[in-house]
C-alpha cells in the first residue's frame, strides 16, 4: 500500500481538513470539530491525489471528500463494524462456487446448447459470460469486501441506487422459495429411484400404484401409431379438439405422482388442497437450510466443503459412465463441432445472454454478501476470474455428460442426433426437463435406480447450496442494519426459515405448479435483468467509476486493469440493456403445459410481483430524492452517504490516525496480503 506523507501541527490538520474533505459551516452544525479532529473519535478517509496546498505536495491513494469515502460520524463504535470472517480463502471460494453452480449448469445450459447449435452455442456464451459475467462477479464482490455491507446497505455509496438493494432482496426472497420447491421434488424422485433396486425405476413404465391412467404409453414400448399420435398437438384444459390425451410415463409421474397436479388458476386463492408428501419433503429441505445458515457463514462455509464438492463427484461418475456407451463419442463430437450459421442467428445470441444472467448468480446479492466477510486486502479479482471459469468448465462438463447420454438415445433409437429432439422439446429448459427428461434417458441406463439416486441427491445438494446463499444474504442484510441480531443468529435463521416455509407451501399445493410458473416468468426472469442493469449503472455511473476504481486501489494496492474499466463502463450497461429490450420485444404471456392460457387475473397478478421487486428501483429513487430535498442536499442524493467507507476497522483507524497528524505504521495498515 502506499505510505501517507501528512503534516503535523494544529493549523495544517485545519487546513486539510477544510480544503481537501470538504468540511463547511453544514459540518460545523452536525458537531465536527475541525480544532481537534482526534478528540471527535471518528474515522476519516484520506483523499486520493488532492493537491495540498498548504503543504506543498501532493496527497496519495485517498478520496477526495465529495465524492467518495466519507467520514463516518454517526458510526464509529469498531463493535458495528465486529463481523465475521471466512476461516479461510478456500471456504470462501467453495461457497462462491456453489452458489453459481446450480440446475442452469447441469440440465439447461447443455439442452439449450443441444437446440441452438452446439459447439456454435458456446462461442457466444462464452463471449458474453467473458465481458459481462465475470465483471459483474468481481465488482459485486469487490464493493463488498470494500465496505463489508450488505447488499442493502452498500447503497450508502449511492442512495439513489437504494432501490436496487431492495428489489434484489425481493427477487432472493422469491428464488430462495423456488429452489425450496424443486429441493422437495429431489426428495421424493430420490426416494422413488431406491424402489428401483431390482426392478425397474417407477417413471420408467406405467404402474398403476402411482396413478397411471390409461392414456399413459412407454417410450421403449410405443406402437408406429402411437409414435404418430403423440407427434400432434397435446390436449389440455384450454385444448380439446384436434389433440391427444397420451402422455409418456415420465410425464404422468411428475404430474400424477410428484405434483398431483390440479386443474389450474380458475379462482384467486383456490389451490384446491395438498397431498401429505411434498409439504413433509419441503420442510425437510427447509431444516437442511436452516442447519447450514444457523451460524452464518461459520457453518455455511464448513458445509460448503461436502455440498460445494458433491456436485462434481456426481457429475463426474456420470460422465465415466456416460462415455462408456456406444455413440457417446457422436455426441461429444456433435458438443464440439460449431454450426457457424448459428452465429449469425440472433435467437442464439439471446438465448446465450438470458442463460449466462440467469445461471451465473450475480444480482442476486449474495456474492456482495460472500466478498463483505472477506479480509480487506484479498486479491479479489483472482478469485472473481477463478470462479467464474469454474462456472463455465461446470457447464461444459455437465454437457458433456448430456451429449453423451444424447449420443447412446440416438444410437439406441436409430435417429439422427440433429433429430433427436423428443427430449426437451416441449419441456421449455424448465423444471419439467430437469425432472422428465433426464430422469426418462437415466432410466434406460443399466442400475438405472443408482444413477438417478446420484442426479436427484445432486439436485438437491445444489438447491441447498443456492438456497442457503440467498438466505444468507437477506439475514446479512438484517444483521448489518440491526447488528444487535447477530447476537441471536440461531432464533434469526429459524424464524426466517419458518417464515420462507409458510411462504412456500403454496408452491406445493394441487395448483401449486401454476404459481411456481408465475413466479419464475414475472417474479425472476423479467425482473433480474432488469435490476442487474441498474446496479451497474448506478455504481458505475452515479457513484461513480473513478471511485470504485480507488477502493479497489485501496484494497489491492493497484487500479483495476482497464479491460475492466471498459467493461464495467461500456459493455456491461449496453450489452444488459440489449438483453432487457430484446426480452421485451420477444415477450409472451406465460403459459402452463396444462392450462394453455391463463385468466387474466393471474396475469395482473405476475405484474403485481414484477413491481414489487423491479418497481423499487424509481420508488426508492424518488423517496430518496425527496429525503435528500428536505435536508436541502439536493444532490447529495448522488454522493455516498456520511456512513459510506472502508469497512476494516484497522484502515478506519489508520486514515484517522493520518489525518489527526500521526503518520499510520505501515504493518498495521497496509497489509500485502490477506492473514486467514
Not at 470494500?146 to 428464488?175: E, F, M, N
Not at 471459469?389 to 444424447?406: K, Q, R
Request: charged share 15%; glycine share 8%.
Amino acid at each position: 500500500m502506499p505510505s501517507y506523507q501528512v503534516s503535523t501541527g494544529r493549523e495544517a490538520s485545519l487546513n486539510k481538513a477544510r480544503h481537501n474533505y470538504g468540511y463547511n459551516v453544514e459540518d460545523l452544525e452536525h458537531g465536527y470539530n475541525l480544532d481537534n479532529l482526534e478528540s471527535v473519535g471518528t474515522d476519516h478517509p484520506p483523499s486520493y491525489d488532492t493537491a495540498a496546498k498548504h503543504e506543498g505536495r501532493k496527497k496519495k491513494s485517498g478520496h477526495k471528500r465529495s465524492t467518495s469515502v466519507l467520514q463516518i460520524p454517526e458510526i464509529c463504535d469498531d463493535d458495528y463494524y465486529t463481523r465475521d470472517k471466512w476461516s479461510n480463502k478456500l471456504e470462501f471460494l467453495l461457497s462462491m462456487v456453489g452458489f453459481s453452480v446450480g440446475l442452469g449448469n447441469i440440465w439447461r445450459f447443455p439442452y439449450v446448447a443441444y437446440k441452438n447449435g452446439g459447439g456454435a452455442f458456446l462461442i457466444p456464451y462464452f463471449i458474453l459470460l467473458f465481458f459481462v459475467g465475470m465483471p459483474m462477479v468481481y465488482m459485486e464482490s469487490a464493493i463488498g469486501q470494500y465496505s463489508r455491507l450488505s447488499q442493502l446497505q452498500v447503497w450508502r455509496c449511492a442512495p439513489l441506487g437504494t432501490g436496487v438493494g431492495v428489489g434484489t432482496l425481493v427477487i432472493s426472497l422469491l428464488k430462495a422459495v423456488y429452489i425450496s420447491v424443486m429441493m422437495s421434488y429431489s426428495v421424493i424422485y430420490f426416494g422413488s429411484s431406491m424402489r428401483g433396486i431390482g426392478d425397474e425405476v417407477p417413471w420408467s413404465y406405467c404402474g398403476s400404484w402411482w396413478g397411471s391412467t390409461e392414456n399413459c404409453v412407454t417410450r421403449h414400448q410405443m406402437t408406429d401409431d402411437q409414435r404418430l399420435v403423440m407427434n400432434s398437438t397435446r390436449c389440455s384444459g384450454d385444448v380439446t379438439s384436434d389433440c391427444t390425451d397420451l402422455k409418456y410415463s415420465a410425464e404422468e409421474f411428475w404430474d400424477i405422482y410428484i405434483l398431483s397436479i390440479g386443474p389450474g388458476l380458475e379462482r384467486p386463492g383456490d389451490l384446491h388442497g395438498w397431498k401429505y408428501d411434498l409439504p413433509l419433503c419441503l420442510l425437510l429441505a427447509w431444516i437442511f437450510v436452516f442447519l447450514v445458515s444457523v451460524r452464518g457463514i461459520r457453518s455455511s462455509g464448513k458445509a460448503a466443503y461436502v455440498t460445494a464438492l458433491i456436485p462434481y463427484c456426481v457429475l463426474i461418475a456420470l460422465l465415466v459412465r456416460a462415455v462408456t456407451l456406444g455413440g457417446a463419442v457422436d455426441g461429444l463430437l456433435f458438443l464440439v463441432t460449431p454450426q457457424w450459421e448459428k452465429l449469425l442467428d440472433p435467437m442464439v445470441w439471446k438465448l446465450a445472454a438470458e442463460e449466462m444472467v440467469l445461471s451465473l448468480g450475480t444480482t442476486w446479492g449474495a456474492f456482495i454478501m460472500f466478498g463483505s466477510y472477506n479480509r480487506f486486502h484479498n486479491k479479489i479479482h483472482i478469485d472473481s476470474v477463478l470462479v467464474t471459469f469454474i462456472h463455465f468448465l461446470t457447464s461444459i462438463l455437465a454437457s458433456c455428460v448430456v451429449f453423451s447420454l444424447l449420443g447412446w438415445h440416438s444410437l439406441e433409437k436409430g435417429v439422427p442426433l440433429k433429430s433427436l429432439a423428443e427430449i426437451g422439446e416441449s419441456y421449455d429448459f424448465g423444471l419439467r426437463l430437469a425432472f422428465i427428461g433426464f430422469p426418462e434417458t437415466l432410466a434406460q441406463l443399466p442400475l438405472a435406480w443408482l444413477w438417478s439416486g446420484l442426479y436427484f441427491f445432486m439436485l438437491f445438494v445444489l438447491g441447498l447450496n443456492a438456497t442457503s446463499g440467498l438466505v444468507e444474504a437477506v439475514l446479512t442484510a438484517g444483521y448489518d442494519g440491526v447488528p444487535k441480531l447477530r447476537q441471536h443468529k440461531a432464533k434469526v435463521s429459524l424464524g426466517a426459515c419458518i417464515a420462507l416455509f409458510l411462504l412456500s407451501l403454496s408452491m406445493v399445493s394441487f395448483n401449486g405448479s401454476y404459481i411456481i410458473t408465475l413466479i419464475e416468468s414475472y417474479g425472476i426472469r423479467m425482473t433480474v435483468v432488469f435490476l442487474a442493469l441498474w446496479e451497474v449503472v448506478a455504481i458505475m455511473w452515479i457513484y461513480g467509476y473513478k471511485n470504485f476504481s480507488k477502493d479497489i486501489s485501496l484494497m489491492l494496492n493497484s487500479q483495476p486493469w482497464w479491460f475492466w474499466k471498459i467493461c464495467w463502463i461500456i459493455l456491461c450497461p449496453l450489452i444488459l440493456l440489449a438483453i432487457f429490450v430484446t426480452m421485451l420485444v420477444f415477450w409472451e404471456k406465460p403459459s402452463h403445459v396444462n392450462q394453455a392460457t391463463f385468466p387474466d387475473w393471474v396475469h395482473l397478478v405476475g405484474w403485481v410481483l414484477v413491481g414489487i421487486s423491479a418497481a423499487q428501483v424509481p420508488l426508492w429513487a424518488v423517496i430518496m430524492s425527496l429525503v435528500y430535498c428536505i435536508r436541502r442536499k439536493v444532490f447529495g442524493v448522488f454522493k455516498p452517504s456520511l456512513s459510506w467507507g472502508p469497512g476494516d476497522p484497522k484502515v478506519r483507524k489508520s486514515i484517522q490516525r493520518e489525518e489527526s497528524g500521526m503518520v499510520p505504521s505501515r504493518g498495521e495498515y497496509a497489509e500485502s496480503a490477506p492473514s486467514y
